[in-house]
């Protein structure tokens, strides 16, 4: 099989999966593997190599992304439209090829379409992308897959690529095992090659390819997803470049280059993956700062609230832990049977009255330790459904400590357990109960 020059530099940096895709495919008419798994992180090129290969070589095959046909008939019916060469369209009334429900007539009907539209010589590749999807459908539609060449007699490859491993998708019998191929992660080398492919061409690659290094320096050891980092480049080249096009530095300026970045990469640097605000959002962002350092009054649009990022995404349990300490925190703990034990019954008057009394609320001292058995309690009162008590809510506990949206407060007695102290605000716990749907303010005492 000839391989066209443009195929390796189309796809840098992964020539090695290149060549084994290359040599287990064989010639067109030549049979292959039955099925081929591909696993990896994301952002490693495992779609774009598989895409690529199949494009350059031209040869016959069908994609699907999992995600998009989440059930069984999508799924058949996109298979056979992209075998059968037939588009909906308004033209045909959004027809599909044919209505599939099941395996054995997707078997039938793909043959078929096979034979209509003579590709039964040559090897047909389908596709499946975000193979893991197929887990949650049918029991038998990924063991039919698997071994979509011996039941449908003919020269058929089915390539599932995923990012969990093999492992993960083993469940019953009647499994065949795939060629396993393994994309492991991009090295630091190999990212900053890849990322120079965006250099602007109002400048040489050598500059850009030093941008991209000083970048790689601030953001590699918390993130190495390609797409993340090449939208990080992006998004603050222009800040990089502002004092050369203002005259201040030259190309070679790298210290003032550095210096006039740096402050920017820090800011990016807290909300890596979060994407709170859109690139033009964050520009307006950066030029709002500059004005502003710069003596200049700023009248631009102001950029919306969840930019502060006061929500925090929590595991859902979390939140809830949260909100129990809290509570724990800021209400005395002789109003814990007022709050949540059943047929309490309300504030009698003569208690209001000494509450109206009282000189300071509780919101203005500030967060009162509390111990965990105490949390607990709280936790399993506001919570809707029965949880056990397993390893998996304490450490949940412990990662809010690390979080350091809770404090541990060492204990004066060693026999005594551990007491812990919430450190979020009002306002904070008010938007985390509202994603579980929690009247925080209804068991707070102050507000009672």
Known sequence: MEVPESLYSTVPCRRQQTDLLLALFGEKTHYTCPSIFIYGHTATGKSLVVNTVLQKLKLPHVQVNCVECYTARLMYEHILNQAGGVVPSPENDYASYARCDNMNEFLRLFKQALK?????EETFYIVLDKAERLRDMDMNILP??????ELASGNLCVILISEIVWEKFRRGTGFVEPFVVHFSDYSKDDLCEIMALDCPVDYSEDFYLSYIKLLMNVFYQVCRNLGELRHLAILNFPKFVEPIKSGEAGQGDVRKLWRNIEPHLKKALQTV????????QWERMQQESTATESGASSTSTPIPSNVARANVELPFYSKYLLIAAYLA?????KSDRRFFSKNAG???RRSKLAK?????????LGPKPFPLDRLMAIFYSIVEERVAPTANIFLQISSLVTLQLLAQIASDDQLDGP???????????KLIARTVHVDVVRYLYDFV
């Open 144 to 149: 039919a897959f698997l071994r979509l060449q």
């Open 116 to 120: 209509e539209t003579d590709k039964e």
């Open 273 to 280: 993956y979060l994407r709170e605000v859109s690139s033009a």
């Open 329 to 333: 925190s800021y209400n005395p703990a």
């Open 356 to 364: 109206k009394h009282e000189r300071t609320s509780n919101q203005l």
């Open 419 to 429: 007491k812990f102290k919430c450190l979020v605000s009002l306002d904070f716990i």
């Open 346 to 348: 309300k504030f009698s």
